[in-house]
């Protein structure tokens, strides 16, 4: 039986005094649940993040990194930079680094392989806007985003890969997909899944759904028979909201 995952996407939020603060405060607000539980701080954080998750059961993630493991890349951080302090997870493709930084199904694809190469463990992004749902595509935008993003993988890493459905039209809107619509695009992209590498490898797939998630719906999402929890933006700034999603 697939874990449920709850990652908190805290995006460019968060000084190092109050990550501190924060993990202190929400790890024992969490230290009993069965599901694992990540934060995806900024770069400035992790250092403090790290250390102050130490003796919980908080996982710490990156929100980006580079496919490359060392160069002439002003301003970007490897995976083998991440994994030198310990970092256990990394985001890659969300729709914000897609619209603003150019990230493509390629440079996605990329990272996802060098992120195995460099020991992390990849939650890679995949949603649709609101004109590629309006016109009826979101199951042609999304599985063909999963398709390309999971090209040239081995079994092994497929199953270790994280992907988190995230409609775009949903993320801080405060607009969610109804239970339904998210738990059959997250259907949608396990079948693409068992399509490639087989019913096997697809029913082990780690799939969240993000997009406005907050304590008030992640029960009924949860509680859908594809979804295996979440990717949460702004109600993971919140310690005691998030904690009341994790223990949904």
């Not at 390309?148 to 988190?164: K, Y």
Request: proline content about 2%; glycine content about 8%.
């Amino acid at each position: 039986m697939r874990k449920k995952v709850i990652a908190g996407n805290w995006k460019m939020n968060m000084l190092p005094n109050e990550t501190i603060s924060f993990i202190e405060e929400l790890a024992p607000l969490v230290k009993n649940t069965e599901n694992e539980v990540i934060l995806c701080v900024p770069y400035t954080d992790l250092f403090y993040a790290l250390l102050t998750a130490q003796n919980t059961n908080i996982k710490i993630g990156a929100q980006n990194m580079h496919y490359e493991e060392n160069g002439a890349y002003t301003g970007e951080i490897s995976g083998k930079m991440l994994k030198s302090i310990n970092v256990d997870y990394v985001i890659i493709g969300h729709s914000e680094r897609r619209q603003y930084f150019n990230e493509t199904d390629e440079t996605v694809n990329k990272k996802i392989k060098s992120a195995f190469r460099d020991g992390l463990k990849p939650i890679v992004c995949v949603g649709e806007t609101l004109e590629q749902r309006e016109a009826g595509k979101t199951e042609e935008i999304i599985t063909k985003q999963t398709e390309l993003a999971l090209a040239g993988l081995t079994n092994e890493q497929v199953q270790n890969t994280i992907i988190a459905y995230e409609p775009i039209w949903a993320i801080g809107t405060g607009k969610t997909a109804t239970k339904e619509d998210a738990n059959n695009s997250i259907k949608s992209i396990r079948n693409k899944i068992a399509q490639i590498y087989g019913q096997n490898i697809a029913d082990g797939v780690i799939i969240q759904y993000g997009g406005s998630v907050k304590s008030a719906n992640a029960k009924e999402l949860f509680e859908m028979s594809d979804i295996d929890g979440g990717l949460v933006g702004g109600a993971s700034l919140k310690a005691e909201e998030f904690s009341k999603i994790v223990n949904f």
